[in-house]
Nanobody, 121 residues
Framework: QVQLVESGGGLVQPGGSLRLSCAAS????????MAWYRQAPGKQRELVAT???????NYADSVKDRFTISRDNAKSTVYLQMNSLRPQDTAVYYC???????????????WGQGTQVTVSS
């Protein structure tokens, strides 16, 4: 019914930049909050950034002033611009969206499949 597809991951040197995208598709009536999470090897999944449907944002302290979350509601897409990347940013990055489908009256969370980001020289 609903798919979230991430793209934009890869290998980058410390200090470099990457831009992740996550496009939602399917029988979508409305998308509420969208978010990016990450999970490093041997660690729990952690919240990186969130954005409401109105554009309000929040960030984890570890990425403040380096990462920027944004969204294009017309394209049902959320982005994560990552600058000044550090080796400790290495992780699989997942997007999450709170979505109401045409056959439901309540929202539920949908996840993407993840995209690998590796920061290394």
């Amino acid at each position: 019914q609903v798919q979230l597809v991430e793209s934009g991951g890869g290998l980058v040197q410390p200090g470099g930049s990457l831009r992740l995208s996550c496009a939602a598709s399917g029988t979508i009536f409305s998308i509420y909050a969208m978010a990016w999470y990450r999970q490093a090897p041997g660690k729990q999944r952690e919240l990186v950034a969130t954005i409401t449907s109105g554009g309000s944002t929040n960030y984890a302290d570890s990425v403040k002033d380096r990462f920027t979350i944004s969204r294009d509601n017309a394209k049902s897409t959320v982005y994560l611009q990552m600058n000044s990347l550090r080796p400790q940013d290495t992780a699989v990055y997942y997007c999450k969206a709170q979505i109401v489908t045409f056959d439901s009256t309540t929202s539920r969370a949908y996840w993407g499949q993840g995209t690998q980001v590796t920061v290394s020289s």
